[in-house]
């Protein structure tokens, strides 16, 4: 053992530092003495190195490279022991992993690919039979690039590991580097070295992009499953990939995803989902109306500084570069179509410049990832919908009764983990009773429901079940008017399937659905089936019910129940569209729409129809066409152009894929209709005629009850054999009103039925 100086490799062996040995004098060591271990002053810690006898080196020095020094932590003029080491045959390596980066960041070439096979090739022949220890840097040249190699892992076990005699070789805290070992190579965390090949380390350099602590089952995203697998297919499965392979096969990665639908199904929760899901960087979630400002030139600097981190990263690291997430909420707001705003700034059109330009501009970034949501993807920009940009376009609809399920689910869970759910609340009926309801409204129904539950425990609530609680009891609850909790609410608080029917009945109501309350009021008496017309419309009504649910080839399917006012038209047509039992079913009718301009009309019956393509399954009515588009029958030439060419074109629209619409008209008439092209709009048209016939009428009296059987006995001998020309409205009215007859009521009602619909001998 001898103690040594510290010294600096030889300044006139510049090619020194890459042999990755130190330099000793010739006369210190002996010839065959390869290699030697260095123990610091603390006398602790030691550490192996390869040596090579040189003149040039003062006797008593011992000179190494700036990466040794670090590496073993000694300082210049350090007094270090040294003594030759010899390896045994057990300290033999068998395979080495190191990391690489560049030795210098003003030289790296991130663009350039380093092949790890021929890589390993030069690493064992420059580097045989040399000591390696986990740890070490090794300065090291390839194909004229200088880089810097740390070892990260050693395993041997013996000369007998090379003839795969040995199981599994083990871990070594040194060995000695055989020219037949294996080397792999990893990239060095915050490297932009690009490495190709089959010789990278078994921990890849490519860091997954699925986040390794993500469970995809408490996502909290229910009813979404197919839409969630098609954006994983189209902007993440490649970026599973090393990006290496991604470059090989010159594949570029989406860029941008526009997650589109009606509000409240999920967008925002999707991509807040997504931000969490990927191994990502912090994403950045702007409102997209955040971006604008008043002063000129600012909000184009806005939409910069979300790029600039990504800009940076990517000039750093190339390929290699970590994924940035920009989330756009309400991205109509700025990425409107240009030219269509209003103003002499013209703040829109540039900020949407702006936008393009960073997304897929002259310097394209490839680490980036924009999440945008509207509501309104028909006014956002064109160019923003292409490919390279928000290429992805996935709409969030209305989830089915499966997803209703799933969400329901997600929201009862918790309850139900504490035993706050009662055990007669079943998910799968509240998704079944919750047709066209969004994600949002199932929580808002969920927590309506427990609010009923939190108010039927509270002394002097006003809740409905309180209420018929307190009318049971001779007592009435709480008589002093306080609020107060009920003794031990805590523990007997539970929610029931009764709160959640009080909250579907009474306070929450979807969106988009049902519009139960206008249907049911064109239906006031019900129908009555008083004879064979009624009934052939029914049953051809019903054949195109099932054609709609059932035909793959008609999407669309529409007819027509045309006939004399008042004979039930409006009654039937919503009667059908309740029966269908569709998930959206709305009325488009004249008397919703007074004192709106063409321009509003257009724009409301547009509305319900856009509406009812966000359902699988809608019905719409269009009721009393020809009041619709403003027909005078004593001006021929006057109606509304505008609102019968709108009707026109939605009649005949095909809806969506996987969308499927049935269009009822209503119309007293026809022959108008068909004048103004309306008709060879719808499929079919049936015929509802008025009440002709004695029976017929009897039909409708007896089902009404207005009189008694011997009154119906006295009416159905004198209407018997008797005619008349009346609609079903019309002898509702005239039964009501003889009704009202103080003395003779079947006499009142024969006169007027004489007079009113000319009721005379066959």
């Given at each position: ?40 002053e ?20 011992i ?10 932590g ?75 190699l ?90 599973v ?139 956002i ?75 039927r ?68 008496n ?18 195109m ?7 793959e ?42 004192g ?20 699988t ?50 119309t ?37 009850g207005?009189?008694?059987?011997q ?39 024969l ?12």
């Amino acid at each position: 053992m001898v103690q040594l100086a510290v010294d600096k490799a030889p300044a006139n062996y510049p090619d020194f530092p890459f042999t990755n040995l130190v330099a000793v004098n010739a006369e210190d060591f002996l010839e065959k003495d390869k290699h030697v271990k260095v123990t610091g002053e603390s006398g602790r810690m030691f550490h192996v190195f390869s040596i090579q006898r040189m003149q040039e080196v003062l006797r008593g020095a011992i000179c190494f490279n700036t990466g040794q020094r670090q590496f073993a932590g000694l300082g210049a003029g350090q007094r270090v022991e040294v003594e030759v080491y010899k390896f045994e045959q057990n300290d033999y390596i068998t395979s080495i992993s190191l990391k690489a980066d560049f030795i210098s960041k003003k030289t790296a070439q991130p663009d350039i690919p380093f092949d790890t096979d021929k890589m390993s090739h030069e690493f064992c022949m420059q580097f045989q039979n040399q000591a390696m220890q986990p740890g070490q840097t090794i300065f090291f040249k390839f194909n004229e690039s200088k880089l810097l190699l740390t070892v990260t892992e050693l395993s041997g076990g013996g000369a007998k590991s090379f003839l795969k005699t040995l199981s599994k070789p083990k871990p070594l805290e040194r060995g000695l580097f055989m020219s037949n070992a294996v080397a792999t190579f990893d990239r060095a965390d915050g490297s932009s070295i690009m490495l190709t090949g089959k010789s990278k380390g078994k921990a890849s350099q490519h860091t997954s992009i699925i986040n390794p602590d993500w469970d995809f089952q408490k996502m909290g995203i229910g009813g979404l499953d197919d839409e969630f697998s098609a954006i994983f297919r189209r902007a993440f499965a490649s970026r599973v990939f090393p990006p290496d392979v991604v470059q090989q096969l010159g594949h570029k990665h989406v860029r941008g995803i526009l997650l589109f639908g009606p509000p409240g199904t999920g967008k925002t929760l999707m991509a807040r989902q997504i931000g969490k899901m990927l191994n990502a960087r912090e994403p950045k979630i702007i409102n997209g109306p955040e971006i604008l400002n008043k002063f000129v030139g600012q909000s184009e600097e806005n939409v910069r500084k979300l790029f600039e981190d990504a800009e940076e990263e990517q000039k750093r690291c190339g390929i290699n570069s970590g994924l940035h997430i920009i989330i756009f909420d309400e991205i109509d707001a700025i990425c409107k179509e240009r030219g269509s705003t209003g103003g002499g700034t013209g703040v829109h059109d540039t900020v949407v410049n702006q936008l393009l330009s960073k997304m897929d501009g002259v310097n394209q970034l490839n680490n980036i990832l924009v999440i945008g949501m509207t509501n309104r993807k028909d006014l956002i920009d064109d160019a923003l919908l292409r490919p390279g940009r928000l290429e992805v376009q996935t709409e969030i609809s209305l989830p089915d009764e499966k997803g209703r399920h799933q969400i329901f689910e997600i929201y009862v869970q918790r309850m139900r983990d504490f035993q706050k759910l009662a055990d007669d609340v079943d998910t799968k009926e509240l998704a079944a009773l919750t047709k066209n309801f969004s994600g949002a409204e199932i929580e808002g129904l969920v927590r309506a429901a427990q609010a009923t539950a939190l108010n039927r425990l509270i002394k002097g609530g006003v809740g409905a079940l309180q209420e018929k609680e307190n009318k049971k009891k001779d007592s009435g609850g709480n008589k002093n008017g306080k609020i107060e909790l009920d003794a031990d609410a805590a523990d007997k608080i539970k929610i029931c399937r009764d709160d959640f029917m009080m909250a579907l009945e009474n306070d929450i109501k979807p969106a988009f659905g049902y519009n139960t309350d206008t249907l049911k009021e064109s239906i006031p008496n019900g129908i009555i089936q008083w004879g064979q017309s009624v009934d052939r419309v029914m049953e051809d009504g019903r054949l195109m019910i099932k054609q709609t649910r059932q035909s793959e080839m008609t999407p669309i399917v529409s007819f027509l129940i045309e006939g004399p006012p008042n004979c039930g038209k409006t009654a039937l047509a919503a009667h059908l569209a309740l029966e269908s039992d569709f998930p959206f079913a709305k009325i488009i009718s004249p008397a919703n729409m007074i004192g709106m301009t063409e321009l509003a009309k257009c724009h409301a019956i547009k509305k319900i129809f856009f509406d009812a393509y966000k359902s699988t399954l809608s019905v719409v009515v269009v009721d009393e066409i020809e009041s619709l588009i403003d027909y005078v029958p004593m001006c021929p030439g006057k109606f509304s152009n505008m609102v019968l060419q709108a009707l026109i074109a939605l009649v005949k629209k095909v809806p969506p894929k996987d969308k499927r619409l049935l269009v009822v008209g209503t119309t007293s008439r026809k022959d108008v209709l068909d004048d103004m092209g309306l008709l060879s709009a719808f499929n079919s048209s049936f015929h509802l005629s008025n009440i002709t016939k004695g029976p017929e009428i009897i039909k409708v009296v007896s089902e009404m009850g207005c009189f008694s059987e011997q009154e119906l006995s006295t009416i159905n001998k004198k209407v018997a054999s008797l005619t008349c020309f009346v609609g079903i409205k019309k002898l509702i009215v005239l039964a009501e009103a003889a009704k009202q007859s103080p003395t003779d009521r079947v006499n009142t009602f024969l006169c007027l039925l004489e007079e009113e619909a000319g009721l005379q001998p066959t």
